[in-house]
């Protein structure tokens, strides 16, 4: 049955501005007021004042480039943000996110699980002139991230094989067979090393945040080898700690041992193999 014939009451300003958002929100790239009318089927007169008031409320903003309109963070904003689980989390990550970056030189993000996709909920940026961020908001596939991929190592054997039979579509059996023998391996190191595929020379560095024994956030850095600063060995050392501390925080607030320390034996020791992985 149609949604029009299933719905009882209309509001077709709301929908006109709903379906802008909705479109933008599936945009790979910004989007002129002629691809978004193009796309919705309706007239520039329609959508031009209510593109106006998007703009004017902050859920839209134009791009830098000229080329067109981009959704912004208001909605992560109004809706993730608000949570009162998430706001926790934030409370208790975001003093020692900073004190993090301003010990490693390095920016730093918090991810969690969303669906089939990871989102960065929170983020510091490095105190040095020159540093790799990630914005609040960012969304990607989560087993084609470093954040994703600890998110999933890191849970209990029964959590994983749920999420591997909701996301069995995103890898084939080979990329499934990959992805285990590495969360294996990151699970007896205590944190994911992957090569940026998407910026050279960047490392991305990940630990898994926990409460009451349940990954529920990844602590990300996206390394960026520094003239003299701290090396990446020190990074994980201090990456780690930091993760275990959020947990230690949250639920202590969750079990203080509830996350495995890096481990100490030389083959466990030995560095991961190195992968050209997104950066996130």
Known sequence: MAKSDTQKYRAPA???????????????????LNRIKAALGRTASELFRM????????????AESGSGFLLTNRLFALGVMARTQTKDLLDVALPVMRRLAG????????????GDEMLVIARVESPDDIGVAVKSGFRRPLVSTTSGRVLYAFQ????????????RASLDEAGWAQLDEYAARDRVLGYERSES????GVTDLSAP??????VVAALTIPYLEPYGGPSEEEAIERLTASAREISNDLAGRATPDALPRPAASAEAAARPVRRRRPAT
């Open 51 to 62: 593109v106006q008031v998007l703009e004017y409320r902050g859920y839209v903003e134009a």
């Open 209 to 214: 945040v926990a409460r009451l024994g349940l």
């Open 156 to 167: 209990p054997d029964e959590v994983r094989a749920e999420w591997k039979a909701r996301l």
């Open 103 to 114: 010990t490693v030189r390095q920016s730093c993000h918090l991810a969690i699980a969303s």
């Open 14 to 32: 709301l929908e006109k501005g709903l379906d802008i958002i909705e479109l933008l929100a599936s945009a790979r790239e910004p989007m002129s």
């Open 197 to 200: 595929a998407w910026i050279k």
